[in-house]
């Protein structure tokens, strides 16, 4: 099971870091990638991390800004975001992808999910 936490309520400009906890299973055998969905729109990629060394990937709108880093000893990812602007918010989603070949930014290809975590951003 996964387990998204840290959202809030933060101005424009602020930080914030989310965490995904994984209570069960063989964390370091799972790519983990976060998502995200604001009422009205589907749910879009945000970022990923492969299981072991670190590689990650970044949707545009996210890149220089959001930064994926994880820990498999205490199994939790983290989701550092930078200089939030309104449009970051939304719902956000970790999810689990098992030994993938490649970092993947579409939902489908994920095997399991948390269940998300709102952050909302003020102007």
């Known amino acids: 099971q996964l387990q998204a936490s840290g959202g809030g309520l933060v101005q424009a400009g602020d930080s914030l870091r989310l965490s995904c906890g994984a209570t069960?299973?063989?964390?370091?055998?799972?790519?983990i990638g976060w998502f995200r969905q604001a009422p009205g729109n589907q749910r879009e990629f945000v970022g990923a991390?492969?299981?072991?060394?670190?590689?990650?990937s970044y949707a545009d709108s996210v890149k220089g800004r959001f930064t994926i880093s994880r820990d498999n000893a205490k199994n939790t990812v983290y989701l550092q975001m930078n200089s939030l602007k309104p449009e970051d918010a939304a719902v956000y989603y970790c999810?689990?992808?098992?030994?993938?070949?490649?970092?993947?930014?579409?939902?489908?290809?994920?095997?399991?999910w948390g269940q998300g975590t709102l952050v909302t951003v003020s102007s």
């Open positions: 069960t299973g063989l964390f370091s055998d799972y790519a």
């Open positions: 991390i492969e299981r072991v060394g670190g590689v990650t």
């Open positions: 999810a689990a992808d098992y030994r993938p070949a490649i970092l993947s930014p579409w939902p489908g290809h994920y095997d399991y």
